[in-house]
């Protein structure tokens, strides 16, 4: 007879987006972001509905967003780009998947100087 399976605790997963750059320029306002996350973050079909599920914290200049259910890291990319695009912002700013760390988002500044630089040639 096989031995019976043994419970296993599911991982947290925690996915960060780094707001460091538009945050030093007083682009974009960090507080307002995570207050938008909380309202925005879906958890069964519903808004606001975060419980002990999910949990969102804030540094000085990056936001980390923990789950204990299932998120997939794209439906923070996309909740990003709403804010970004309620704020006026969507324009100059843009999400990247950093290249260090799985579980990081970063917000760049569109390169504007080098497509300029390809309009003159």
């Known amino acids: 007879m096989a031995p019976a399976p043994k419970a296993q605790k599911k991982k947290a997963l925690a996915f960060i987006i780094d707001c460091s750059k538009p945050v030093q320029d007083k682009i974009m306002d960090i507080a307002s972001f995570e207050k938008f996350l909380l309202e925005a973050i879906k958890v069964q079909g519903k808004t606001g509905n975060l419980g002990d599920n999910v949990k969102i914290t804030r540094d000085k200049t990056k936001i980390t967003v923990t789950s204990e259910i299932d998120m997939a890291k794209r439906y923070l990319k996309y909740l990003t780009k709403k804010y970004l695009k309620k704020h006026n912002v969507r324009d100059w700013l ?28």
């Open 94 to 121: 843009r999400v990247i998947a950093s290249n260090k760390d799985r579980n990081v988002y970063e917000l760049r500044y569109f390169n504007i100087a080098d497509n300029e630089a390809e309009d003159d040639e």
